[in-house]
């Protein structure tokens, strides 16, 4: 059983994690009906480990607009413009980074709780049906990666680090929503939130890693390869599905989802959950 709830999990970080609905939010609530027979250690590291299958996805699918190396008369050269597109994606993730590394037990003890994550999950969704209400006529001044400037992307890194802070807010969602609020389109906003979770995600899973210091068995082991090889798989779907889906339709149903998904997390922490822990 264990192996199939990895499983699920993977399917529902691969969702959550792209769309901009909070996979914290979901995955609390997943986590009251399916339990895993592991460590408490293990199960916290799993649930951040999971995310490195998603990320994959995007390596993936953005590989060319992404992989700034080529090789022309014998020699390996760097494309210019992909090499500012990653300055901006590590100056983006600067002050989620240096927040996460100082103070990551004391975000998780003061606001990973129901009522926090709730909140947050209501608040953006809001900002998104006003965000999108206020742009239906407005044209973006933003329609190509490459017309991120450093500030505008160093100000899509601040909305990022107000998810790192508070649970629920969905990093996806934080983001998306700073940009849009910013003149980027709707495609840009979405595929710089994209390049956005490599070095995010990537950096903390290998946090997580070095913090854990028990080992785990090979089951165990197993079970974050079925979780991370479900998330892979379903985060292609996803990101192509979004992608296509936002040619023709703005965000507003997300914003309506967060609010009912916040309100469902309010009344279940309020009325039947135990405390959560990190």
Same mark, same amino acid.
């Given at each position: ?48 480990? =999971? ?132 003149? =980027? ?94």
């Amino acid at each position: 059983m264990d192996y199939l709830f990895a499983a699920i999990y993977g399917i529902v970080e691969g969702i959550t994690e792209w769309l901009p609905i909070s996979s914290t939010g979901h995955m609390i609530l997943l986590e009251e009906f399916l339990k895993m027979d592991v460590s408490e250690g293990f199960w916290n590291l799993f649930l951040v480990v =999971v995310q490195l299958g998603a990320i994959l996805a995007v390596v993936l699918l953005y590989w060319r607009k992404l992989w700034p190396f080529f090789r022309k008369d014998g020699k390996v050269k760097i494309s210019t413009s992909k090499f500012l597109l990653w300055c901006k994606i590590v100056l983006a993730c600067v002050p989620a980074a240096v927040v996460g590394l100082l103070f990551d037990d004391k975000i998780n003890e003061l606001f990973y709780n129901y009522t926090t994550v709730a909140i947050m999950l209501i608040l953006f969704g809001v900002l998104f049906l006003v965000v999108e209400t206020k742009n239906k006529s407005a044209r973006p001044t933003v329609t190509k990666v490459s017309q991120l400037s450093f500030q505008t992307a160093f100000l899509i890194g601040l909305f990022q680090l107000i998810a790192a802070v508070f649970p629920g807010t969905s990093r996806s969602g934080a983001t998306i929503v700073g940009a849009l609020m910013l003149g =980027v389109s709707r495609t840009v906003a979405a595929e710089f939130t994209f390049f956005l979770a490599i070095p995010v995600m990537f950096g903390a899973s290998l946090l997580k890693l070095i913090k854990f210091e028990e080992g785990f068995t090979a089951t165990e082991g197993g079970l974050l390869v079925v979780g991370m090889l479900v998330a892979f798989l379903v985060s292609v779907a996803v990101i192509k599905f979004l992608m296509q889906y936002i040619k023709g339709h703005d965000f507003k149903v997300f914003g309506y989802y967060r609010i009912v998904l916040g309100v469902l997390v309010l009344l279940y922490g309020f009325f039947l959950a135990a405390p959560l822990t990190a």
